[in-house]
């Protein structure tokens, strides 16, 4: 009950008329207590995110105002952390909506439980949150802060029965050295936080004046990406994959950009453009068109049929119509499946473990071979590796650049995937001495610049026809030590 209504008669008691006045007195009042109610409730959804209950972008400004001009009368630094929480899209994809609302509470929930009373914690859109920190004694307690966070973000999150592992990239801008007012902050942490991303997600950067530029460069170059697409500038190029004798067993395709001004791309940098502006699932459809259309073309020139690998990103396997698309790809080139193999990350292991495997166990069904890409960099259980229909097991190339320090764990690797009836396949292969040690021990296949670096169709064509093994003194990239 909000109040009362009341008349008192001193004597006798209400006729129908005050009966009358009364209830239409009530009724007022009830319509102007649910206009007050609807329009405090207005007030707070513009102020406060609905699903996390923090404050929205219209409050972080507010709040971020107040404490930049406490600043200039305190004389102490104000930092601004912008968190952008890494995969959060394909929790979305795969797990649906209400598995993400209920993430981004959790979320916000640990953040808020390592910060101080006077901090804001905000919710700014979509997967991407903020954190304002008046009254800093230095810069480097905003760096503190976001390693904290970013600590507390590694732990997996149990949503609806289901352990999720995440991370994030922060952004961090200080007051006064890096904007004299919040709009200026707010864009020198969006900066910061791109860096940050481009640098391999799950780390923070401080804004420093030379990333403005870097920050253009990077927006020229996802827009010439875009265009990439529409003018033919991206080609594949072909790996190949050798058995314990140096025989050509299968390639690999791997995506290559020219760009027309600045000329070759490095994957490394064009790759994670394209998959945090969205472009790696057109990309991705591109690069397994052109690979099943070039496995067609060897084999209608009457060479040997040889499995040609793609990889395939976490945005497009969540993709609901990627079996299908895989399925009308094959149909569409007239490709035998067996000739077709998809490698995929760790990082798909990190989410519905049951629904990957179903849609894996679809994929082989087609008759595609599966493999696990990059195996030992992620987060790979042995619990999740048997529930899994993977075929290959790739040994990432991290290991093997190192194997002198690595023999224990590249050993285990390939015990751990031959007992689980998987063949095993070592990437960045480049030296005898790495060669040897690998065959030692019974790893299946190689591929490397020891046997051959990417190259052009042409070049696969003239290695298949020639038909001799791969390794050390035919190629003048490898290295002999």
Same mark, same amino acid.
């Given at each position: 009950?909000?109040g009362?209504?009341?008349i008192?008669? /001193?004597?006798? @008691?209400?006729?129908?008329?005050?009966?009358?006045?009364?209830?239409?007195?009530?009724?007022?009042?009830?319509?102007?207590? $649910?206009?007050?109610n609807?329009?405090?409730?207005?007030?707070h959804?513009? +102020?406060?995110?609905?699903?996390?209950?923090?404050?929205?972008?219209?409050?972080?400004?507010d709040?971020?105002?107040?404490?930049?001009?406490r600043?200039? #009368?305190? $004389?102490?630094?104000?930092?601004?952390?912008?968190?952008?929480?890494? #995969?959060?899209k394909?929790?979305n994809?795969?797990?649906?909506h209400k598995?993400?609302?209920?993430?981004?509470l959790?979320?916000?929930?640990?953040?808020?439980?390592?910060?101080?009373?006077a901090?804001?914690?905000? +919710?700014?859109?979509?997967?991407?949150?903020?954190?304002?920190l008046?009254?800093m004694g230095?810069?480097e307690?905003?760096? /503190?802060v976001?390693g904290?966070?970013?600590?507390l973000?590694?732990?997996?999150?149990?949503?609806?029965?289901?352990?999720l592992?995440? @991370?994030?990239s922060?952004?961090i801008?200080?007051?006064?050295?890096?904007g004299s007012?919040?709009v200026?902050?707010?864009?020198? !942490?969006?900066?910061?936080?791109h860096?940050?991303?481009?640098a391999?997600?799950g780390q923070?950067?401080?804004?420093?004046?030379?990333?403005?530029?870097?920050?253009?460069?990077?927006?020229?170059?996802?827009?010439?990406?875009?265009?990439?697409?529409?003018?033919?500038?991206?080609?594949?190029?072909?790996?190949?994959?050798?058995?314990?004798?140096?025989?050509?067993v299968?390639?690999?395709?791997?995506?290559?950009?020219?760009?027309?001004?600045?000329g070759?791309?490095?994957?490394?940098?064009?790759?994670?453009?394209?998959?945090?502006?969205?472009?790696?699932?057109?990309?991705g459809?591109w690069?397994l068109?052109?690979?099943?259309h070039?496995?067609?073309?060897?084999?209608?020139?009457?060479?040997?049929?040889?499995?040609?690998?793609?990889n395939v990103?976490?945005?497009?396997?969540?993709?609901?119509n990627?079996?299908n698309?895989?399925?009308?790809?094959?149909?569409?080139?007239?490709l035998? !499946?067996?000739?077709?193999e998809?490698?995929?990350?760790?990082?798909?292991?990190?989410?519905?473990?049951?629904?990957?495997?179903?849609?894996?166990?679809?994929? #082989?069904?087609?008759?595609?071979?599966?493999?696990?890409?990059?195996f @030992?960099?992620?987060?790979?259980?042995?619990?999740?590796?048997?529930?899994?229909?993977?075929?290959?097991?790739?040994?990432?190339?991290?290991?093997?650049?190192?194997?002198?320090?690595?023999?224990?764990?590249?050993?285990?690797?390939?015990?751990?995937?031959h007992?689980?009836?998987?063949?095993?396949?070592?990437?960045?292969?480049?030296?005898?001495?790495?060669?040897?040690?690998?065959l030692?021990i019974?790893?299946?296949?190689?591929?490397?610049?020891?046997?051959?670096?990417?190259?052009?169709?042409?070049?696969? $064509? $003239?290695l298949?026809?020639?038909?001799?093994?791969l390794?050390?003194a035919?190629?003048?990239? !490898?290295k002999s030590a």
């Amino acid at each position: 009950m909000i109040g009362a209504f009341a008349i008192y008669f /001193r004597e006798g @008691g209400a006729d129908d008329v005050d009966k009358t006045v009364l209830e239409m007195v009530c009724r007022k009042a009830a319509i102007a207590i $649910e206009q007050r109610n609807l329009a405090d409730q207005l007030a707070h959804q513009a +102020r406060y995110d609905t699903i996390t209950g923090l404050p929205n972008r219209v409050m972080l400004d507010d709040r971020l105002q107040q404490a930049v001009a406490r600043s200039r #009368r305190d $004389e102490l630094p104000v930092g601004l952390l912008l968190i952008d929480i890494d #995969r959060f899209k394909v929790v979305n994809d795969t797990l649906g909506h209400k598995a993400g609302d209920l993430l981004l509470l959790r979320i916000a929930q640990r953040l808020g439980v390592a910060l101080r009373e006077a901090d804001t914690l905000s +919710r700014i859109e979509g997967d991407e949150f903020a954190v304002v920190l008046p009254g800093m004694g230095d810069s480097e307690s905003a760096a /503190r802060v976001a390693g904290r966070l970013l600590e507390l973000l590694k732990e997996p999150f149990m949503i609806e029965g289901r352990e999720l592992f995440i @991370g994030a990239s922060v952004g961090i801008s200080i007051f006064p050295q890096d904007g004299s007012d919040s709009v200026t902050l707010q864009k020198t !942490a969006d900066t910061a936080l791109h860096m940050a991303k481009s640098a391999g997600r799950g780390q923070f950067r401080m804004f420093a004046p030379e990333m403005n530029a870097a920050a253009l460069e990077r927006l020229q170059m996802e827009t010439s990406l875009r265009r990439a697409l529409e003018s033919k500038e991206l080609a594949a190029s072909y790996q190949p994959k050798v058995d314990r004798e140096g025989k050509m067993v299968g390639v690999e395709a791997l995506l290559r950009w020219t760009h027309p001004t600045l000329g070759p791309v490095s994957p490394a940098k064009f790759i994670p453009l394209a998959e945090e502006c969205g472009l790696i699932v057109p990309m991705g459809i591109w690069v397994l068109n052109e690979a099943c259309h070039q496995a067609k073309a060897w084999q209608k020139a009457g060479l040997r049929p040889v499995p040609v690998a793609v990889n395939v990103s976490m945005l497009q396997f969540a993709q609901p119509n990627f079996v299908n698309f895989v399925a009308e790809t094959l149909r569409q080139h007239e490709l035998d !499946a067996r000739w077709l193999e998809l490698e995929v990350t760790e990082s798909l292991l990190l989410h519905d473990a049951a629904a990957t495997a179903a849609k894996l166990e679809a994929i #082989r069904d087609l008759g595609v071979a599966v493999a696990l890409d990059d195996f @030992g960099t992620g987060y790979s259980s042995l619990a999740y590796l048997q529930k899994l229909p993977i075929d290959t097991l790739k040994i990432d190339r991290s290991f093997v650049s190192a194997i002198q320090e690595q023999t224990t764990v590249i050993r285990a690797i390939l015990s751990l995937a031959h007992s689980l009836g998987m063949k095993v396949i070592a990437e960045g292969v480049e030296t005898v001495a790495q060669r040897e040690f690998l065959l030692s021990i019974g790893c299946n296949e190689m591929q490397g610049y020891f046997f051959s670096k990417p190259v052009a169709p042409d070049e696969i $064509e $003239e290695l298949m026809r020639a038909d001799q093994p791969l390794g050390g003194a035919l190629l003048p990239w !490898a290295k002999s030590a």
